[in-house]
């Protein structure tokens, strides 16, 4: 595919040039939305028809590569399909104050989570499904190592957590390490429900996964999701709108 991609490059190295100077003009007046790939379609005439977009052209190669891409990887994530809102635009601002005093860490208590979630609107369901994105991508020893040395954390699985310390050997792993454990060992390219089935085991990877099958308020949710995917589905799609 990479072959495929820099051929194509090669061939039509105008397609960058030409698609990034409009792409700059735009998103210096509407804020960056990749609009300009959209085509023409239900009557709503594309941005590409101007006249001014008349330097604009070989769009055709962008689906080559994203053609390329699906041939090569089909259908390598998969989950619900989600019509998303459009329109919110990229912030100018960075916030790292806010990232500390917000963003839930992965050792806060459940009740904590889902004050943090109601404080945005998310209500207890929503909280339990958008927590089924960790059905995807991986952990870092350096998240999970607390829950498996000196002790092992009792509410995980004895052999789980044997399995955990072959990928996390070490207590303190090397920061620029790259070790890791995946989230959902069993279909770790979906997103469906084996998140709430492993935290059901005892086996979810961080404390925040495995407090979400404890507590009174979540667990019924966590086992109406782990007994059925369309319902999982449906809901992610709701709460993803929420967020
Ligand atoms: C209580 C709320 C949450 C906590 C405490 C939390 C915490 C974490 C932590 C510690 C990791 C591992 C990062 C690493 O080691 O590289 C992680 C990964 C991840 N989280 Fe969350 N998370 C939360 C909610 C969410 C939500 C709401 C979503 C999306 C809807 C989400 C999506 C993901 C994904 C996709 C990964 C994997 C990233 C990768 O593979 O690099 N998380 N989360």
Redesign the pocket.
């Known amino acids: 595919m990479k072959l495929k991609i820099a051929t194509t490059r090669r061939q039509k190295h105008n397609l960058c040039s030409t698609t990034s100077l409009s792409v700059i003009a735009i998103t210096a007046n509407m804020s960056c939305d990749a609009s300009l790939l959209l085509e023409t379609a239900n009557g709503i005439q594309s941005g590409q028809e101007s006249d001014r977009s008349s330097g604009m052209r070989n769009f055709e190669y962008v689906r080559t590569i994203k053609e390329a891409l699906e041939k090569e990887c089909p259908m390598t994530f998969r989950g619900p399909c989600i019509e998303m809102k459009t329109g919110r635009r990229d912030s100018r601002e960075s916030y790292l104050t806010e990232v500390k005093a917000f963003?839930?860490?992965?050792?806060?208590s459940m009740p904590s989570?889902l004050s943090?979630?109601q404080s945005i609107s998310i209500d207890i369901e929503a909280?339990v499904v958008?927590?089924?994105?960790?059905s995807?991508?991986?952990?870092?020893?350096?998240?999970?190592v607390h829950r498996l040395y000196p002790t092992v954390d009792p509410t995980l699985d004895p052999d789980y957590a044997e399995h955990l310390k072959g990928r996390c050997p070490t207590p303190d792993p090397e920061p620029k390490a790259v070790l890791?454990a995946r989230?959902d060992s069993e279909t770790p390219m979906i997103l469906d429900n084996f998140y709430h089935k492993l935290s059901l085991e005892h086996k979810g990877?961080?404390s925040?996964d495995q407090a979400l099958a404890s507590d009174p308020l979540t667990f019924p949710f966590v086992e109406k999701m782990a007994a059925d995917n369309g319902y999982f589905q449906d809901q992610f799609a709701r709460?993803?709108l929420l967020?």
């Open positions: 963003i839930p860490n992965r050792i806060d989570v943090t979630f909280t958008l927590l089924g994105a960790h995807l991508g991986q952990v870092h020893c350096v998240n999970l890791y989230n990877l961080l925040v709460a993803i967020l």
